[in-house]
């Protein structure tokens, strides 16, 4: 995220530009509602031709201004936030409620909020564990009614990022189809939804063995597995390759969460794997993917997906000859080490 701020005494919008990330342009956009003049919020690349309605439709049922040209960004968003009585469809991200629930605090006035169809809960459990790390509190009725004073203040405190789990499910992925890995860092209790890892790979057959602060996986079995990954959806790629590593179909569900990503991460992986010799079948929200223990190699394109080119490197780890990736740069948006990891851990 990026903030360019207006010359003093100048009617330039300030600028919020988050560059390609989903996150921060949903949830920056909340924030920029607090400052009650207009800023202009962009974003680069992929995340230009994102959708942009559900957001703009959050920011207007807050009472927010928000001006937007041909449904794409740029955005113009001015506040403040009128509105004590919010209602959000949460169907399309979670983002938008994360937003909208960091700033309630800060409001002048009490807010309720009242979620349908909300995807992703785990992240809004993080979201409000953080909040409450940092002194201010929401009251959470089972995820569908959040009611927040207004007039409270974050506080400052020191706080541990903890190691991601969307990354780690690569290397995890690839241990459990043609080795062993120990990775540290990772909390064993976290809320994070890609977690979820854990439970898919002792139903895929792989050992797993969780001590404190570090996981260790390696091969073992290879049965073909079913997942609901609504709430995590970036499981997806690495998935398809634990997947393919199995011989017989495998059922991965919640393709919907898919579409609207750095690519269409639905059609990209339909193409990437389908080039490495993996039949797939799309049965409504359903991804059936049939796995031979196999794939062959070839030249592949991330669609300047950072998970895409993760998960096709290591698709490697069960390729006959080797897979060449377009755009592989792509992993720096979240992973900028994952090949200098690879390389180390492939050594070994």
Known sequence: MHIVPGKPGASDDIILDADESGLSLRMFSFVAALYGKAIRVTGKSSLLSRP????????????????TSNGALPLTVCGPISRNKIELDGSFSSHMLSGLLIVAPLLEHDTE???????????IAMTLN??????VEVENNNFRQ???KGHQHYQGQEYSIEGDWSAAANFLVGAAVSGRIELTGLNQNS????IKIREILADFG?????LDNFIRVSKNEARPFEADLTDCPDLFPPLVVLAAATNGKSVLSGTERLIHKESNRFKSLLTV?????LKMEPHGNELHVYGSGHLTGGEVDSFNDHR????AAIAGTLSSSEIRIENADAVSKSCPEFFGDLKKVMAK
């Open 52 to 67: 942009v309605e559900p957001l703009v439709e959050a920011l207007l049922q807050c009472g927010v201004q928000v001006k």
């Open 113 to 123: 909020i009242s979620v349908r169809n909300l995807v992703s809960r785990p992240y």
């Open 146 to 148: 959040f009611y927040i």
């Open 273 to 277: 794997f389908s080039k490495l010799g």
């Open 191 to 194: 809320l994070q939804a890609d």
């Open 130 to 135: 953080i909040m409450r790390q940092f002194g």
């Open 308 to 311: 895409i080119a993760m998960c």
């Open 206 to 210: 792989a050992h797993v063995n969780v």
